[in-house]
């Protein structure tokens, strides 16, 4: 075995919940959103070792030209809830969380989070994200949206309120103790935050589990988010799969943790990734392209453009060359989709020129743009290329996405794990419990960055006690 | 008439619920529903009456005598964590109870009702009581799992999809108590609204309680509404995976729902597909009008807290006016009544009596409850069920005193007494919670509509 000098290759799952990334119409594909299929997935990763298995979150369905969105595989769960069962069917896999933060509530959402770290024995993790937009927050009852420049502000301090509840229980102050008739230790769980977005104040009722704060994700892309990252994640999920682009985010996001006193092993990044594994590489090349094909149907390569161009192309045939007409940069058809949110006109621009250089249909555009496998070929063709973006610093690892529910990783890890394995960039076995072990996190946060009440009040007592 | 008689004496057609609608193919590979044999008939679980009884139980840390936590066999430092739920709720589930209920709030227990407290000396800290819920559901296969929530201060798209997820998580078996945050302190912890700050004086009345929480009540009663409206939002048959023309869902079987309550609004659909239920059981706790309104207009099952026969008529009585007020039709919706109790069980006679001195001797107060309180043997307190049940019950939820103590000797006391009397099932003759309560599957609201 080489020496372990490499780095790891840190490797999360998703089971997708929208979007054109899964195969519906093939005959293997389940339920997404039967229990089994969780199950199904979540099992599968942990015996391949996985760091974490992890939910994305959408709070409205998408609509599309006024009307809900119906070409993708829809429907999903509660993550919180979901994950809460995948803790009693697993035992080291962790389990992270999409919860929004403008949606939500810091006293709940803490509250959630200490009670899945305490019922899956420090296995949590929460994935902050801050879309914002008025059409989803029509499904709540005080309205619940936010200026673009304000959602940030409110995420950091959302986090921080949350940090201050999960610190407000002192590491024993549920002592539990019979003989002598004390339950818990005066003021436990006491907590007062005031800020510009939170005003609260009272008692905590969950003393947090043994991660003491979940491990935070963040998976924005804006220099905004960038930074938000950089002082308060401790993993950022990107879209930059293709190496060079990966490399360069990389690169600057692992620049701005100094800024924040955190070394670059502070924050993991994984992009998203697919891997498309067959017996030789020709082989996976076929499979990747069927694949592709399957993913955009001829409605889904319109209903694409129509996304970008802003107005109805319906009368356009998506074997056919790219409408002449012009983009409508203002329109908004396709809404509760964050990845068509902005830069539309730009977009359309690109699109074009790839689709007159190339001589492209619509379907044939969309399926080039969209439809890219990350990780194409035989087992070592695809543990290599894994190990070959990691170690050459384009990435910390990967959240696999499968395109087929729930199976859709079995080869990967019946026959690439293996071989990572033998390269000695992944992990034989679970060698902790918590999630910040799989993920090599220090133990707790640093109290010096977040010192809430709690932590303050842990340190006071040690003082006086020693 | 509020459904104890002659709702449900159809033997054997409840179960038919056990089957979410009609679902795609693909749904084949496990889909909820495909536990199609249920054993007997239940022709030997029927008393006197014709219909067998329900049995709830109500788990609440290390029970519900402020001093069970100090009990010899209580594991006062395991509240919190998942072994401890995992064996109680399979003791329930061996003892073929209807449901278990989780209690939980959005603050620390306190002693007493209105506001929170300072003490030391009784259980504080609670985990989420959805999540909890949603964690055991693998870990069992008949038993039904009723979290409690509030209504106040959640909002109502995340009750209806958590709700949701653990129904479809434990495959039909969820159910759901919403509950109304009574105490001013729990909105100092979200900091967006104020709610009546309750005096000594109104605890002392349930009628006084409900008159000052009456707002809150009515906006409850909205939520639970807008909830099962977003549990309607997907018909059953939505998902088409229609190759041919691309498309995943029937769009015209997604419905916004459009609520426009008096104090928010929800446009929805859902982004849970409907459950296997359809909509899971709704469970309120009720002491006096306004509550047993709420209970009228939007739940399946009310709990009610009379201390004697007489009391349970009366109380069977109002609930009765109540759904008349409402203009709910029970025959197409009926509404269970179950009569809560907290209880301290023995075999040896007296024996739970002098157990319960010696815990309020502990606790250094007598044991107060809006529950009625019974110290007894197991057959005792089922003469006191069937006595009760006659005066208009469906069943029963009982609170033990202490765990595991007062839940063993109802799982391996009670339950074989009542067994023996012929009046409740030998095994579970359904899969899911509606099943148990042979409530029917409605069909979605919307469905007819298109
Ligand atoms: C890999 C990845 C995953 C994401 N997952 C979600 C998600 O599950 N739910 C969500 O609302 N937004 C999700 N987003 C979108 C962003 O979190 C959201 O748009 C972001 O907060 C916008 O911030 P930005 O302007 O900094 O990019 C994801 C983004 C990326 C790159």
Redesign the pocket.
Same mark, same amino acid.
């Given at each position: 075995m080489p020496a372990n000098h490499k780095k790891q290759v840190h490797l999360a799952a998703q089971l997708p919940g929208i979007h054109n990334v899964t195969v519906w119409s093939d005959p293997r594909s389940g339920s997404q959103i039967s229990p089994d299929s969780f199950i199904r997935l979540a099992q599968t990763v942990e015996r391949g070792k996985f760091d974490f298995f992890f939910?994305?979150?959408?709070?409205r369905l998408r609509e599309h030209k006024g009307q809900v969105y119906d070409l993708d595989i829809a429907g999903r769960p509660e993550n919180l809830t979901a994950l809460s069962t995948l803790a009693a069917v697993t035992t080291h896999l962790g389990l992270a969380a999409?919860v =929004?933060a403008t949606f939500n509530e810091p006293y709940e959402v803490a509250r959630r989070f200490a009670t899945l770290d305490r019922l899956s024995g420090g296995r949590a993790a929460w =994935?902050v994200?801050?879309?914002y937009d008025a059409f989803t927050g029509e499904n709540f009852r005080r309205g619940g949206f936010l200026a673009?420049a304000d959602?940030?502000t409110r995420a950091a301090e959302f986090l921080g309120a949350a940090r201050e509840l999960w610190d407000s229980w002192g590491e024993d102050d549920l002592r539990a103790d019979a003989a002598a008739g004390e339950f818990v230790r005066p003021g436990a769980g006491r907590f007062a935050h005031r800020g510009q977005h939170f005003d609260i104040a009272g008692r905590f009722t969950t003393p947090p589990g043994p991660q003491g704060h979940p491990v935070i994700i963040?998976?924005?892309?804006?220099?905004?988010?960038?930074e938000?990252a950089a002082s308060d994640a401790e993993v950022i999920?990107?879209?930059h799969n293709r190496v060079d682009v990966a490399r360069s985010f990389y690169r600057d996001v692992k620049q701005r943790l100094a800024r924040y006193g955190r070394s670059p092993d502070d924050l993991l990044i994984l992009?998203?990734a697919n891997a498309v594994v067959a017996d030789t590489d020709e082989e996976a090349a076929a499979y990747a392209r069927e694949i592709s094909r399957e993913l955009v149907s001829p409605q889904t390569a319109i209903a694409h453009l129509e996304a970008v161009w802003g107005r109805d192309l319906s009368a356009y045939d998506p074997d056919g060359p790219l409408p002449g007409i012009e983009p409508e940069d203002d329109a908004h058809l396709l809404k509760g989709h964050?990845v068509f949110?902005k830069g539309r006109g730009e977009t359309a621009r690109q699109w074009r020129k790839l689709a007159e250089e190339r001589n492209l249909s619509i379907r044939e555009l969309v399926i080039e743009v969209g439809g890219r496998q990350t990780f194409v070929g035989s087992p070592h063709t695809v543990a290599r290329a894994i190990d070959d973006f990691v170690q050459t610093g384009g990435a910390d690892g990967f959240?696999l996405v499968p395109h087929l529910t729930p199976g859709g990783l079995d080869d990967f890890v019946d026959r690439v794990v293996p071989l990572l394995q033998e390269r000695g960039v992944h992990r034989d076995d679970y060698t902790g419990t918590t999630l910040r072990d799989h993920l090599g996190l220090s133990d707790a946060p640093r109290p010096a960055r977040w010192g809430g009440p709690g932590v303050r009040r842990r340190r006071d007592e040690k003082e006086t006690s020693a | 008439m509020t459904g104890t008689n002659g709702t449900h004496d159809s033997n054997g057609a409840h179960d038919s619920n056990g089957t979410p609608g009609s679902k795609s193919a693909h749904d084949s590979n496990g889909a909820p529903g495909s536990k199609g044999a249920h054993g007997s008939n239940g022709a030997h679980t029927k008393g006197a009456s014709g219909t067998p009884l329900h049995l709830a139980v109500a788990l609440d840390g290390a029970g519900w005598h402020p001093a069970a936590w100090r009990e010899q066999g209580a594991r006062p430092g395991e509240l919190l964590t998942a072994a401890y739920w995992a064996g109680l709720v399979a003791e329930a589930e061996r003892g073929l109870l209807d449901f278990v209920t989780f209690e939980d709030a959005l603050g620390l227990q306190s002693a007493a009702f209105h506001r929170p407290d300072d003490r030391t000396d009784q259980v504080r800290g609670s985990v989420d009581a959805v999540l909890l819920a949603a964690h055991l559901a693998p870990l069992t296969t008949r038993i039904g799992l009723v979290p409690t929530t509030n209504v106040t201060h959640t909002e109502p798209f995340h009750l209806a999809i958590g709700i949701a997820t653990l129904d479809h998580a434990a495959e039909g078996r969820a159910g759901w108590r919403p509950q109304i945050s009574s105490r001013a302190a729990d909105a100092a912890h979200f900091g967006r609204r104020t709610t009546p700050l309750l005096t000594e004086e109104d605890v002392t009345d349930s009628e006084l309680i409900a008159a000052r929480l009456r707002e809150l009540f009515a906006e409850g009663a909205e939520v639970v509404e807008a909830v099962r409206r977003l549990w309607d939002s997907w018909d059953d048959d939505a998902e088409i995976r229609d190759a041919a023309t691309g498309r995943f869902i029937d769009r015209d079987k997604v419905h916004h729902i459009d609520f426009q309550g008096t104090g928010f609004s929800v446009k929805g659909p859902s982004i849970t597909p409907r459950s296997p239920q359809g909509q899971p059981p709704v469970v309120s706790l009720a002491h006096a009008s306004t509550p047993y309104e709420f209970a009228a207009l939007g739940s399946d099952v009310v709990h009610i807290t009379p201390h004697d026969r007489a009391g349970t008529t009366a109380i069977v009585a109002q609930v009765a006016e109540a759904v008349e007020r409402t203009g709910r039709d029970v025959e197409a919706r009926p509404l269970r009544i179950f009569a809560d109790l907290l209880v301290l069980l023995d075999d040896e006679p007296g024996a739970a009596a002098e157990r319960l001195a010696r815990l309020d001797e502990t606790a250094g107060a007598e044991l107060t409850s809006d529950a009625q309180v019974f110290a007894g043997t197991p057959a005792e307190l089922a003469d006191l069920l069937l006595d009760r049940r006659s005066a208009g019950l469906d069943g029963f939820r009982l609170r033990p005193g202490t765990l595991p103590h007062d839940l063993t000797a109802i799982t391996r006391g009670l339950v074989p007494e009542l067994q023996r009397r012929g009046v409740f099932r030998t095994e579970y003759e359904s899969t899911t919670l509606r099943g148990h309560l042979r409530l029917q599957r409605p069909a979605g609201r919307y469905e007819a509509a298109g």
């Open positions: 939910l994305a979150e959408g709070l999409t =929004n =994935n994200v801050t879309s673009e959602r940030y963040q998976s924005g892309e804006s220099d905004a988010g960038r938000f999920f990107s879209k992009p998203t964050s949110r959240v | -």
